[in-house]
């Protein structure tokens, strides 16, 4: 900025002391500058960078400045400027394109320097004649356009300038995205991509390939900060950056080693890089040095064509380079016109005589004064007849013509601009009353509308347009550094981006053509932390970009089904996930399954109580007669053996799968079918008591409670639990209902009970009942011997009560089917308790033992007793 407001001020000075009264204006001063000149009706400007260095001049404030000195010349940017002068011949050759108008040239060389590019800027928008005496302005200006400046800072500073003139410039490689700003650098063009495109092709790049943690380097300049801002917002909704550099425009040591230290201590294995070859070449020789290997650099346009860096030296740590290109071009005659070039010795064109000094290292004798105190006794004398044909350098070499085929598109886009205004028809024209411009008087605004319009096709069939922004069509080559038989660095386009392509395929690139530097020629892996596989989320680390994670599996019920997801989904209720996570499956339906081995083996035991219990009825109705079958109630014992049977099928309720039915089936007939049980027990029980008090002298008890009343007794007690059941499945019967809580994975299919309160009740009246017969029976125990049946029902009642008080805490804490399991289990051994220890004895007896089986014998017993 203090530059361009130091051009400002000199210009205004320069018009304050002019002569107002119609002297002559007289230049203060003269600008020592290398350049290419030849005259024409139009003139058109040029900014080209050829030698590389500068020398400022001392400034002690007591003398006039030195002129800026420039070295180490440069083959290849020397071609970029005739190449200028190549595309101005051939439009002055060609009839269809600007006829009878012959356009000329002005151009300078900068130095890489702004203070020189903008001295070169001024002396290109003034004059360099000496004394100027018309001061009517009448003609054309010295040139109505400027070719350059190649660098971006350079450019936005001289743009800001010729904006004020309204003339425009079209720049061959400026590419920071800030002068696409209309607002801004309102005559700036360009036939290079702006960094914004550039930016998208690199990130394209990235993610074709899965990049998501990389470096970035950047110069410190407006062409590498304004690309590294663009290329930070794009990237990061992406993918994280691991470390961001920025390499100094003037090298320093100390920098260049912290910076090349973040790179070797990084992770990342892809390191992109916004640089110019200049400012990144001290950066390539420490990397180099140091022998760092294994990343996998991308080049910006700036760098990723360079034959300075793209050498042998360099490959083993920039070996597979992929970069993004300016669009390589032929150029037909090109090479034929470069080896025409002859010394000149006219100062104007002073760049063809340090070209020649420079290609056949000799001096020639009109400039060997001027600069004898660098010559050396061994420096040849030019001739200017030395073979330019003989020599092969960069100069002409036109192989990889990309950002010299810019110059010669800009040099065609003036041409057609200037070609349509000098068509304009009067009354028909742009300007104020539709007036035309004059083709020999054009000044530079009215190019300036022209050339906003301009749209051809090229000799290779490239449009040539600008849009709204003053860009071009953004069309890049890519390209990938690769080493040919001979060990030397090659550069090989490997596809192509096109950001105007309609079709969705922007980037288009050839997988078999890229040299990748890795082990076995694997593709670059640049990630910090391995994807996250299905059945497993990502967990962002606390204080670290959201590439780093780590990976936590879903938990039970939950799935992920993609890669990297951020959070695992909750199954639906029928369903889980599987033993991955990675799918809901249905869950597994459990219950006590006839085809499972528990319920195999209880549906057995069932049976056999039941078929046991049949034929023990069957021995007491074959045995009915015998005093051991009378003398125990008959009739109570068939009672007593047929509730057993249901006792025993009534667990078959329990196994299979639950349905309406066999939910109220089961507890209704276990209900029932064990009160019916019990109560012929107690009955038992109350007549062995009263038949023991009825021996006694005048003891009638017995009448009182007959076969009748015993038999309503065993009624009475059944028709309660009856009645306790129907109200219970009348108000909330038992249902089938899946149970998922005390299994997850599982769905338990089981028997609601529907009401605790009626289920307690139904348990409550059989413990009631037996603990009345456990009791009564315990105190009819010491009875005599015919009448010892009280003993067995004592120890049926008191296996009946062990097995059930220990069902209570058994079957609360079982999980699942084996909730039904331990119910079945508790009505079968209970059962088979009841059958063993009232029946075992009597059978044995009448089956093994008939002699006891008389009632001699019962009766002998007795009075032995007694």
């Known amino acids: 900025m203090k530059c361009i407001l130091h051009i400002s001020v000199l210009l205004c000075l320069t018009f304050i002391l002019s002569n107002t009264q119609g002297a002559p204006c007289k230049l203060q001063g003269k600008f020592e500058l290398s350049g290419l000149y030849k005259s024409g009706d139009i003139m058109l ?69 702004l203070p020189v590019s903008l001295r070169v800027a001024t002396t290109l928008i003034s ?44 720049s061959y490689y400026a590419t920071c995205s800030c002068l696409s700003n209309k607002q801004e650098f309102p005559t700036f063009f360009r036939t290079v991509p702006s960094d914004a495109f550039q930016v998208k092709a690199v990130i394209q790049i990235i993610k074709r390939y899965g990049w998501t943690w990389v470096g970035a380097i950047a110069t410190d300049d407006d062409y590498g900060q304004y690309a590294i801002k663009i290329f930070l917002e794009e990237f990061q909704k992406y993918g994280c950056v691991s470390f961001i550099e920025t390499v100094p425009s003037v090298t320093e040591n100390n920098i260049i080693r912290r910076i090349v230290k973040s790179i070797k201590q990084s992770t990342a294995t892809v390191i992109v890089v916004f640089s110019s070859e200049e400012e990144l070449n001290p950066l390539i020789k420490e990397i180099v040095l140091q022998n760092i290997t294994g990343k996998q650099w991308i080049a910006s346009e700036a760098w990723s064509t360079s034959s300075v860096i793209a050498i042998k030296e360099n490959f083993v740590s920039f070996g597979g380079v992929v970069g993004i290109a300016i669009r390589r071009g032929e150029i037909p005659g090109l090479q034929d016109f470069l080896l025409q070039i002859r010394p000149d010795y006219d100062l104007r064109n ?4 340090q070209f020649w000094e420079k290609t056949f290292n000799c001096k020639f004798l009109e400039n060997e004064n001027t600069t004898n105190a660098s010559r050396n006794d061994s420096s040849k004398i030019c001739t200017g007849l030395e073979d330019i044909t003989s020599t092969y350098t960069a100069y002409n070499d036109v192989s990889e013509l990309r950002s010299a085929y810019n110059v010669h598109k800009a040099v065609y886009a003036l041409a057609h601009a200037l070609h349509n205004l000098m068509n304009c028809k009067d009354g028909y024209g742009p300007f104020e009353n539709n007036t035309c411009a004059n083709i020999r008087n054009v000044q530079s605004w009215q190019l ?41 660095v090659k550069i090989k386009s490997i596809g192509l981006y096109d950001a105007s392509s309609t079709t969705g395929d922007e980037l288009i690139i050839n997988e078999e053509d890229i040299f990748w530097n890795f082990e076995y020629g694997l593709v670059a892996k640049s990630i910090c932390s391995e994807s996250c596989q299905p059945g497993t989320r990502k967990s962002t680390r606390k204080g670290e970009p959201f590439c780093c994670f780590d990976c936590i599996p879903c938990a039970d019920g939950e799935v992920s089904i993609a890669l990297d997801s951020t959070e695992c989904f909750k199954c639906p209720d029928d369903f889980w996930s599987n033993d991955r996570k990675t799918e809901c499956v249905l869950k597994e339906i459990e219950f006590l399954s006839y085809d499972d081995a528990m319920g195999v083996t209880l549906t057995t035991i069932s049976a056999f109580g039941a078929c046991l219990s049949l034929s023990v009825l069957i021995i007491f109705i074959h045995y009915r007669h015998t005093p051991v079958v009378k003398a125990n109630n008959s009739e109570l014992s068939f009672l007593l053996l ?123 009246y059989i413990g009631l009942l037996a603990g009345a017969c456990f ?15 009280a003993k067995f029902i004592t120890f049926s009642m008191l296996i009946f009560c062990a097995v059930w008080i220990t069902f209570i805490p058994a079957y609360i804490s079982s999980p699942g089917k084996h909730t039904v399991a331990v119910e079945v289990f508790a009505i079968l051994a209970s059962s088979y308790g009841l059958l063993f220890a009232i029946f075992s004895p009597k059978c044995y007896i009448i089956l093994f033992k008939p002699e006891l089986n008389t009632k001699k014998a019962l009766m002998g017993r007795a009075v032995t007793t007694k």
């Open 45 to 113: 400007g040029g900014i080209f960078v050829v030698n590389f260095k500068t020398v400022p001049p001392e400034i002690d404030f007591r003398s006039k400045p030195v002129q800026w000195k420039c070295e180490s010349f440069e083959f290849s940017v020397f071609q970029k400027a005739q190449i200028m002068a190549f595309a101005i011949e051939e439009v002055n050759k060609r009839t269809d394109l600007l006829p009878n108008i012959t356009l000329g040239y002005q151009l300078y060389d900068n130095c890489v320097s």
């Open 127 to 170: 004059t360099m004649e000496d004394v100027v005496s018309d001061l009517s302005c009448n003609g054309p200006p010295p040139v109505v356009a400027i070719i350059g400046d190649p660098l971006s800072a350079h450019s936005i500073a001289i743009s800001r300038i010729l904006s004020l003139f309204q003339m425009p410039m079209v």
């Open 642 to 764: 047929v509730s057993l049977i249901l006792c025993f099928l009534c667990a078959l309720c329990f196994i299979g799968k639950p349905s309406n039915i066999t939910c109220i089936l089961r507890h209704v007939a276990f209900g029932i079918s064990f009160v019916l049980c019990i109560s012929c027990i107690l009955v038992k029980t109350i007549v062995v008591i009263m038949a023991f008090n009825a021996t006694l002298p005048g003891n009638n008890t017995m009448k009182w409670f007959g076969v009748t009343q015993q038999r309503g007794t065993v009624l009475i007690f059944t028709l309660i639990q009856s009645i306790v059941c129907t109200i219970w499945m009348a108000i909330t019967p038992s249902i089938p209902t899946k149970n998922t809580r005390y299994q997850m994975a599982k769905i338990i299919f089981e028997c609601d009970v529907g009401s605790v309160t009626g289920f307690s009740c139904l348990l409550g």
């Open 350 to 353: 002073n760049l063809i005589i």
């Open 448 to 488: 300036l509308h022209y050339l906003k319009n301009v749209n051809f096709t090229n000799h290779l069939g490239e449009r040539v347009a600008f849009d709204e922004n003053g860009d071009p069509l953004a069309i890049y080559d890519i390209v990938n550094w690769q080493q040919d038989t001979n060990g030397a």
């Open 775 to 789: 009791v009564l029976a315990f105190l009819a125990r010491n009875l005599p011997d015919n009448f010892n049946e």
